[in-house]
């Protein structure tokens, strides 16, 4: 089936447009006129999605979205499969709690990227804003599965809490990369911010550039962990290929000793 | 039927079901990683007295997932529990042992057995789990666990679990020759082909066995015992069943995977065979009694 392109006609001021409703899910046994029909919240007041975005297509899981949507929220959040491709931006909170499918993003993503997420594979080949791949606030576990790809930079807090899946970065991150991460792998090309794995418990942050770390991480040794090969093979079928050879040196420190301890970063040597 | 001058005798390889498993081993160089798959192919010819039978896949794995040299090794046994055991025993003690190698799972089945996921507690603690999507490793199949256990070279990586799936073990056949000599020839060639055929292992030495049994024996301790009537030592001593100008008889044992790969194993290796000093190839079996696989020697060899 051809895709359902949603094309962005009204764009949203102060207001951002909350639409859960943009979801391969949710689209693949609509007609086109139950598309446009289905809801999307400008602050409390409910709208159609068709008063924002002109449909092109029906009974599709894979999307399209066309114009500026940097200020729609909750894009693909909660989607089990399919495709969302985006050209330009999106808004908060895409593809949060997402099990399945892909989100292709060709411009940059605001806040809450993946949060929460159980599967499936985001790309954005912009920026990405805070709290990639992390919890909400009071939540136990932030992303639990599935793969986030960003080429360029990220905010503060990204895969904090995290406990599975990987997050790969090409640019540079802020401070708290990886927060009181529960197990997972993070990839960073670029250079972090301050307080790096501060607070993990076990999980893996891998750092291509040297990172300050705080005093309760100690250096373990330099090697060359196999693992490494295979995340690096993984990254580079993706199109993301690290810099630096998958058998390079990478100097091992564990913490964060002020909690569980388990986890590591690995810095390339 | 004659092929090459080799008369074909007109009987059937009888053979067994039995479990298999496949796993992939890794290591920093070819070298390393033979040095590991011999040993957990070690002392693993038969079920009879080894618990398993073990061996090194000829073809070699086109690709590993962490990209370094690789050599596959099958294993079957004859339940599940037993592969289990004989995995747990030869990769915790024969691979993981290994310097620089890692062990993953090669066969995609419905049934997985907990491998990595006992050997992890040698971590005693500090063991790491890596769970990676198909996206990741690029096979398409759902996400795979990874265990990360600290060792003194650096880290042994292990998959979580195991496939097993149902395969055929027992598959064979016998080259009658005029002596040792052109017989193991023969062998040796009819090993060469074998080892081209994916899914398959010959799991004696070299592929080839010389002490083939029979079941029972006049000793009430021993349940198989050596393969009298085609001894020719004893030709004259017990009913034999060698024909004239039989000096040697070598058998080849192949188990695989599917009953189709047992069988094309067994009619390239039994047409390379085929050549100068080679009397009769015949086969192995119990009257049809023991074993649901039965490879008739003449079908086979009609095919192609």
Redesign the interface.
Known sequence: MPPVVLHMQEIPTNIPLEAESISPDLFVERSQAEIEAMPVALGNETHRLGDFFKVKGERSDEIVIEGCAGRVKWIGSGMTRGRIVVHGDVGMHAGSYMRGGEILIDGNADDFLGVEMQ?G?IRVKGNARHRVGAAYRGSKYGMQ???ILVDGNVGHEVGAYMR???IAIKGNAEDFLGAMMT?G?ICLFGQAGIRTGGGMQ?G?IVCLRPVELLPTFVYDCS?????L???F???K??GMEPPVP?NGLVRRYHGDLADVG?G?ILIAA | MEINGVCIDETYAEAFGMYASRVLITACSKAWAMEAARSMAGFGTSVIGCGCEVAIEGIEPAETPDDRPGVSVMLFAPSKKAIQEQLINRIGQCVMTAPTSACYNDLEAEDRLSIGGKLKFFGDGFQISKRFESRILGNGSGPRRFWRIPVMDGEFIVEDRFGVQKGVGGGNFLLLGSELSATLQAAERAIEAMRKVQGVIMPFPGGVVRSGSKVGSRYKFLNASSNTAFCPSLRGAVKSDLPDGVGAVLEIVVDGLTPEAVGEAMRVGIRAACGPGVVKISAGNYGGKLGKHHFYLHQLLAER
């Open positions: 599967g594979l599965g599935g793969i599975r899946g990987l197990n792998t076990k893996t090697y060359s962990p196999v693992f090969r295979m995340v093979k993984g990254l079928q993706l998958a388990k590591e």
